[in-house]
């Protein structure tokens, strides 16, 4: 192991005890300091720190407040992780044997056309599903490929034959390959505009005795 083998390997860099203006002093020492030209070490009540002897720079550091720092680090099983936020300023794969979570890495479970690098993605053996700002694709193993667009209020899938299913909660519409879906207010606006037509209808005889009345008053007095 890398790790191992790096601190086996050290053995020209002598421990001292050294007091609080820096000389040795075993007696009353308040650190124990190691130095070679890779690596130097501190340990007092503080903590333990490892930083670079040259630029000084923390590589490896536990405080006795229970903060840890480490440039690059290889854990076991994690049982807990506690704390108000957590910030990672890396790539992140999960690989748990069949079944791959990935964030800014390549996926390789993705069979498409998203481009895994720039967003998250989680995939198995038959499918995998990619977001990232505004898009969405899900691939699968027999090459079906489902893409679409989404937006706070906004959503638009494609299938692999090409047809288009889209949600839009500004215009309250629902389409699918271009046709808008009739919903309930729609129906019940259109069966009042029906009511309101039916209420100025008049039927065959109501017509024709509208006509008669009319002619009645157009021809009485007259001889």
């Known amino acids: 192991?890398?790790?191992?083998?790096?601190?086996?390997?050290?053995?020209?860099?002598?421990?001292?005890?050294?007091?609080?203006?820096?000389k040795i002093d075993w007696e009353n020492a308040v650190d124990l300091v190691a130095k070679d030209e890779n690596s130097e070490m501190h340990f007092n009540v503080n903590g333990l720190s490892y930083r670079d002897p040259k630029t000084q720079k923390i590589r490896t550091a536990m405080g006795s407040d229970g903060s840890f720092y480490a440039e690059h680090g290889i854990f076991g099983d994690l049982i807990t992780l506690k704390g108000t936020m957590v910030q990672m300023d890396a790539a992140l794969r999960c690989d748990t044997g069949g079944f791959e979570i990935t964030i800014g890495q390549t996926n390789k479970y993705e069979t498409g056309t998203f481009?895994?690098?720039?967003?998250?993605?989680?995939?198995?053996?038959?499918?995998?599903l990619g977001l990232s700002?505004?898009?969405?694709?899900?691939?699968?193993?027999?090459?079906?490929?489902?893409?679409?667009?989404y937006g706070p209020s906004y959503?638009?899938?494609?299938?692999?034959?090409?047809?288009?299913?889209?949600?839009?909660?500004?215009?309250?519409?629902?389409?699918?390959?271009?046709?808008?879906?009739?919903?309930?207010?729609?129906?019940?606006?259109?069966?009042?505009?029906?009511?309101?037509?039916?209420?100025?209808?008049?039927?065959?005889?109501e017509m024709n005795k509208s006509i008669e009345d009319y002619l009645k008053t157009q021809t009485k007095g007259k001889k």
């Open 1 to 22: 192991m890398n790790l191992q083998n790096w601190v086996d390997g050290t053995k020209d860099a002598v421990i001292r005890g050294v007091d609080a203006d820096g």
């Open 115 to 128: 481009d895994s690098e720039k967003g998250l993605t989680v995939g198995s053996k038959n499918y995998a």
């Open 133 to 149: 700002s505004g898009q969405l694709i899900i691939s699968s193993k027999e090459g079906g490929l489902h893409t679409g667009n």
């Open 155 to 205: 959503l638009r899938l494609m299938s692999p034959g090409g047809h288009e299913l889209e949600l839009n909660t500004n215009t309250a519409t629902f389409r699918y390959d271009g046709q808008r879906f009739i919903t309930s207010s729609d129906l019940e606006k259109v069966l009042g505009e029906l009511q309101s037509i039916k209420s100025l209808m008049v039927t065959h005889d």
